[in-house]
C-alpha cells in the first residue's frame, strides 16, 4: 500500500524556521494537502495543492514542492504552532487517499 | 457556518457493529463528497473512506484495512452522513471524525469527532 513519510519530529527555538518534509512516488503527481492538529482538537487545513494557503492561516505558513518531496515551511515560527502535521495526498490512481505518519513540531 | 456533528460512538466488543453519523449543516450537503478519517489514541490520522455526490455517482471507496467489514452512506434528505461498522477489531479503535471541504480531497471542515472503542 501506498506511504507518506514524514520525520517523527522537527525541534526549532522561536523565530526560526521550522521545514517538515513529506516524501512519496506519487507527489509528482498528486497535489499534496498539510494540516496542524493541536492536542485535543480535529485538524485544521494550513496549506493545500501543494503550496496554497487557505484563508485565515498565517502568511508564515508555506509550502513547495519538489519531485517525490513536498515541503510545508514555517517561518518565524511562534510557540502557538508547536503542534502535530500531517500531509495528505492520493496514490497514483488518485483512488484512495493517505496521511503521513505525522510530525511533532516543538518550539523550544 | 460549516457544522459537522459525529454521534454513535461507544464501547463494543470485538466482532461487533456500530453506526456513526455526522450531521451537516451550513453548506449544500447533496453536492459535497464527504469521507471519514480516524485517529487511534496516540497515533496519527487515517483515512477510512469516501462517498462521492449523488450527481456524481455517490461511488464510495475505502482504505484497505476497513474494505468489506464498513459501509459509507448518505440521506441527502436528512444532510447526515454514516458509517456502519461489522466486524469490529480492536484495531478499529479510534476518534472517527467526518469531514469535507471546498474542493474534495481537501479537507477544510472537520466534526469533533466521535470515540469507539473495541474491546472485551
Known amino acids: 500500500s501506498y506511504e507518506l513519510t514524514q520525520p517523527p519530529s522537527v525541534s526549532v527555538s522561536p523565530g526560526q524556521t521550522a521545514r517538515i518534509t513529506c516524501s512519496g512516488d506519487a507527489l509528482p503527481k498528486q497535489y499534496a494537502y498539510w494540516y496542524q492538529q493541536k492536542p485535543g482538537q480535529a485538524p485544521v487545513l494550513v496549506i493545500y495543492?501543494?503550496?496554497e494557503r487557505p484563508s485565515g492561516i498565517p502568511e508564515r505558513f508555506s509550502g513547495s514542492s519538489s519531485g517525490t518531496t513536498v515541503t510545508l515551511t514555517i517561518s518565524g515560527v511562534q510557540a502557538e504552532d508547536e503542534a502535530d502535521y500531517y500531509c495528505?495526498?492520493?496514490?497514483?490512481?488518485?483512488?484512495?487517499?493517505?496521511f503521513g505518519g505525522g510530525t511533532k513540531l516543538t518550539v523550544l | 457556518e460549516v457544522q459537522l456533528v459525529e454521534s454513535g460512538g461507544g464501547l463494543v466488543k470485538p466482532g461487533g457493529s456500530l453506526r456513526l453519523s455526522c450531521a451537516a449543516s451550513g453548506f449544500t450537503f447533496s453536492n459535497a463528497w464527504m469521507s471519514w478519517v480516524r485517529q487511534a489514541p496516540g497515533k496519527g490520522l487515517e483515512w477510512v473512506g469516501r462517498?462521492?455526490?449523488?450527481?456524481?455517482?455517490?461511488?464510495?471507496d475505502y482504505a484497505a484495512p476497513v474494505k468489506g467489514r464498513f459501509t459509507i452512506s448518505r440521506d441527502d434528505s436528512k444532510n447526515t452522513l454514516y458509517l456502519q461498522m461489522n466486524s469490529l477489531k480492536t484495531e478499529d479503535t479510534a476518534v472517527y471524525y467526518c469531514?469535507?471541504?471546498?474542493?474534495?480531497?481537501?479537507?477544510?471542515?472537520w466534526g469533533q469527532g466521535t470515540l469507539v472503542t473495541v474491546s472485551s
Open positions: 469531514t469535507t471541504g471546498c474542493d474534495y480531497p481537501r479537507f477544510d471542515y
Open positions: 495528505q495526498s492520493a496514490d497514483s490512481s488518485g483512488t484512495y487517499e493517505v
Open positions: 495543492k501543494d503550496s
Open positions: 462517498i462521492k455526490s449523488k450527481t456524481d455517482g455517490g461511488t464510495t
